[in-house]
């Protein structure tokens, strides 16, 4: 089983990508589960959301204390200790940051795919909405699943130009996330 920890603030998708992932799985015949845990809800509030994606059915719907994958939509929250509480050895994060990840450290993370996802959003969707732009190189940077399953889901959750502009960032994602090996 992955275990995935998404953190972001109100507004940036965390909730809708966890979603869109565990919908990205089940059509490729596998099993995913999404959650979320709210604070505050409002606009700009710090949100959790969670994602346990397998190949057996999923029965556990608690958070997630021991994430294998993080998620992190809000570069303000990469060094939060509250982000790699409980990060297995080898843990993988994904963030929308527009520097340089050196600057990232924890003793168990491993690789780091970063991507300046709000740039990207904007340009494509004509707003800061990292979630899609994410996912896409979630797919790139853990090889868990390919890009166009995720691409798929967004037929569950968008249409039209949206449908189009979140492929879009989605594809830039796995084509411009620059993956940083620490160890």
């Known amino acids: 089983m992955i275990e995935v920890r998404f953190h972001g603030r109100g507004g940036q998708g965390a909730v809708m990508a966890s979603k869109i992932l565990a919908t990205a799985f089940v059509k490729i015949k596998k099993y995913g589960a999404s959650f979320p845990m709210f604070g505050f809800e409002r606009r ?6 969670f994602g346990r994606f397998s190949k057996e059915p999923i ?20 060094n939060s200790s509250a982000v790699f509480q409980g990060l297995v050895s080898g843990g993988i994060m994904i963030i929308n940051y527009d520097n340089d990840p050196n600057d990232i450290s924890h003793e168990n993370l491993e690789t780091i795919g970063s991507i ?68």
């Open 44 to 49: 700009g509030a710090p949100v959790t959301a």
């Open 116 to 183: 300046d996802a709000n740039t990207i959003s904007i340009e494509e969707i004509g707003m800061a909405m990292p979630n899609t732009c994410l996912l896409g190189a979630f797919a790139k940077v853990t090889g868990t699943i390919d890009l166009k399953p995720v691409i798929e889901s967004f037929k569950d959750y968008f249409q039209g130009e949206k449908l189009e502009a979140n492929a879009r960032c989605a594809k830039r994602g796995f084509d411009e996330v620059k993956i940083l090996i620490k160890n």
């Open 59 to 78: 029965r556990e719907k608690t958070q997630i204390y021991n994430p294998d994958i993080l998620m992190v939509l809000d570069p303000s929250q990469k």
